[in-house]
């Protein structure tokens, strides 16, 4: 047995600045989104750049339950991420078949809406 790690194994990946800012341009304006999408994006990289942000420490979370649910239509990579930040959310808990019904519920729900306003394609 080998001793490497699993990815998202404690820490969950973070979500980049691209990543934060298409979720959020599906409901904002370009610039609003750009703006907002620095300060949400949990990249260190992106963090360390924002001086307000760069002495706070860790966070628990803020991305609320809705902006996971939009990021996890952003990229297969992106959903992979999210689905990890939900464990960790949970302290390691997986969702009960209940509750991945109705997050994939929601989840198809918010697709459908961004497939008929044209912010996303129909696959």
């Known amino acids: 047995m080998g ?4 990815p ?3 820490e969950p990946e973070s979500f980049s600045e691209a990543e934060v800012y298409q979720a959020l341009s599906w409901g904002m304006s370009d ?3 750009r703006k907002l999408a620095k300060f949400m994006s949990d990249d260190p990289a992106v963090t360390a750049t924002v001086p307000t ?20 239509l952003v990229s ?25 019904e109705e997050w994939d519920k929601r989840r198809a729900e918010f697709r459908n809406q961004l497939v008929k306003s044209g912010k996303i394609p129909d696959p």
């Open 76 to 100: 297969d990579d992106t959903h992979r991420k999210v689905e990890q930040r939900l464990v960790q959310m949970r302290l390691g808990k997986e969702l009960s078949p209940e509750e991945r």
């Open 8 to 10: 998202g194994q404690n």
């Open 53 to 72: 942000l760069r002495d706070l420490g860790p966070l628990t979370s803020m991305y609320s339950e809705n902006m996971l649910l939009l990021l996890s």
């Open 3 to 6: 001793t490497e790690s699993v």
């Open 31 to 33: 610039a609003e989104a």
